[in-house]
């Protein structure tokens, strides 16, 4: 079993258990890798705002990251303190935030139990759906080249995905289409928030590259990257219609498909260069 040495917690990112591999008319007893998911509570105050499934590490960004991407948050400043603790049922991520955001939270607060990380449960009007308010700032345009480039190396940067096959990854790349930085989850909205909040708590400009997934491009992944501020989301899969209207309307250049030296852009597509 693997463990993250980054969080505070010990806990198992992987398990090895034993199965039985058919092919090709054989059997063979082996040992295979399956990846942890644990539930997590985010707790804010001493009060439990939210519980999902995810992967047990880089559990430090996700709460800033989720907090950033929901709205909770304003800016990384206003986390005073984040600890990630065992709890009964798994783990639980501890943050003292501001009293007037505590009152904003409780304010809207709503029960989210997700199965992998869903970015709507407990919404209670479509409206509170969109939290993009203002148009994202791109940055100056990509090559199409450094997508390719960061295709040709995104496998190799997957760790807990070469192990178990089972989770996501998002990755932070920058205008050369080197990989700066990568999170992975059982939940793809879960890495994004991840990387969202490793991006915040460096100091990333987000208009200096763009971030590649190896999902879908779904409208909360889009909303969560323009709320981010991050103007050009790359996706290996295809996006919904939702997502790229949204992307259209709020100035994010929204690109899937992308696999080999082919990508298929949605929106803005003037963001990317031949």
Request: proline residues 4%; hydrophobic residues 45%.
């Amino acid at each position: 079993m693997l463990t993250d040495p980054s969080d505070g917690t010990a806990f198992p990112t992987v398990h090895r258990t034993a199965v039985l591999r058919l092919e090709r008319g054989r059997a063979e007893a082996c040992d295979d890798l399956v990846v942890e998911e644990v539930p997590v509570a985010l707790v804010y105050n001493r009060i439990s705002h939210a519980v999902m499934l995810a992967s047990p590490e880089n559990l430090d960004d996700l709460g800033l990251g989720f907090s950033l991407s929901e709205g909770i948050l304003a800016g990384p400043d206003e986390l005073f303190d984040i600890a990630v603790r065992e709890g009964c049922d798994g783990l639980e991520v501890h943050m003292d935030i501001p009293l007037e955001r505590f009152m904003a939270l409780k304010d809207r607060r709503r029960s989210m139990t997700a199965r992998t990380g869903c970015g709507l449960c407990g919404v209670e009007k479509l409206e509170a759906v969109a939290r993009v308010k203002d148009r994202v700032v791109r940055g100056a345009p990509v090559p199409v080249g450094a997508v390719t480039r960061a295709l040709a190396d995104f496998a190799e940067h997957q760790r807990l995905h070469r192990l178990t096959g089972a989770v996501h990854g998002v990755a932070w790349v920058d205008r050369s289409g080197a990989i700066k930085a990568i999170r992975e989850d059982v939940g793809r909205h879960n890495a994004l928030d991840k990387l969202i909040g490793w991006m915040a708590r460096m100091g990333i400009d987000a208009t200096e590259g763009f971030i590649l997934t190896s999902s879908r491009a779904s409208f909360e992944m889009v909303q969560k990257a323009a709320v981010a501020g991050v103007g050009c989301l790359v996706a290996i899969s295809a996006p919904t219609a939702l997502a790229v209207r949204l992307a259209e309307g709020c100035g994010l250049t929204l690109a899937g498909f992308a696999r080999d030296e082919r990508i298929v852009v949605y929106s803005h597509p003037g963001h990317f260069i031949v």
